[in-house]
T-cell receptor, first 112, second 114 residues
Framework: GENVEQHPSTLSVQEGDSAVIKCTYSDSASNYFPWYKQELGKGPQLIIDIRSNVGEKKDQRIAVTLNKTAKHFSLHITETQPEDSAVYFCAASYFGNEKLTFGTGTRLTIIP | DTGVSQNPRHKITKRGQNVTFRCDPISEHNRLYWYRQTLGQGPEFLTYFQNEAQLEKSRLLSDRFSAERPKGSFSTLEIQRTEQGDSAMYLC????????????FGPGTRLTVL
């Protein structure tokens, strides 16, 4: 089955700087890669996703890149703000297999 | 609020008791998923429904676990004879078959087994 690895497990950045979180996946059939943000006591919130037919997607301060050959994808957050502090999870799946396989999470702390 | 809702939000029970959780998906979504999340880990898939049909079950879902979605709307997850290892956050998500794999999660039910 699919295995998703995520790094780093914790990340602290100064407010205004950029943050990058990286994930690798094992199943070459995977073609859908969402990112979720989870705040304490809440369920995961979908913040951006990418499908394998594109290499990059951007939404305001958040971007995701995908390298299918290397089987890795990354989340980029620019101009970080205190409200970006949370745990971020990457995940992978493929159409026809609806379950998401999640990474182990990255705790992002924005230092004011 | 048109998001996914889950009840109860917290449940404390004694070992050996049965518990049942409810999930109400986003109204137009025909797919519904259950995941389990333990402290410091990502959610792990348990099972999913398309309409009322349960299409896949994880090996994590032992015989003590059962999920239903009788009318293709809300779903229940029951755990019989709870064990301390069942303590976790149980998350429900929903999606639309027409919308691809985008899954939207509820706030979860935190189960503590004493």
């Amino acid at each position: 089955g699919e295995n998703v690895e995520q790094h780093p497990s914790t990340l602290s950045v100064q407010e205004g700087d950029s943050a990058v979180i990286k994930c690798t996946y094992s199943d070459s059939a995977s073609n859908y890669f969402p990112w979720y943000k989870q705040e304490l006591g809440k369920g995961p919130q979908l913040i951006i996703d990418i499908r394998s037919n594109v290499g990059e997607k951007k939404d305001q301060r958040i971007a995701v890149t995908l390298n299918k050959t290397a089987k890795h994808f990354s989340l980029h957050i620019t101009e970080t703000q205190p409200e970006d502090s949370a745990v971020y999870f990457c995940a992978a799946s493929y159409f026809g297999n609806e379950k998401l396989t999640f990474g182990t999470g990255t705790r992002l702390t924005i230092i004011p | 609020d048109t998001g996914v809702s889950q009840n109860p939000r917290h449940k404390i029970t004694k070992r050996g008791q049965n518990v049942t959780f409810r999930c109400d998906p986003i109204s137009e979504h025909n797919r519904l998923y259950w995941y389990r999340q333990t402290l410091g880990q990502g959610p792990e898939f348990l099972t999913y429904f398309q309409n009322e049909a349960q299409l896949e079950k994880s090996r994590l879902l032992s015989d003590r676990f059962s999920a239903e979605r009788p009318k293709g709307s809300f779903s229940t997850l029951e755990i019989q004879r709870t064990e301390q290892g069942d303590s976790a956050m149980y998350l429900c998500a929903s999606s639309s078959a027409a919308g691809g794999n985008e899954q939207f999660f509820g706030p979860g039910t935190r189960l503590t087994v004493l």
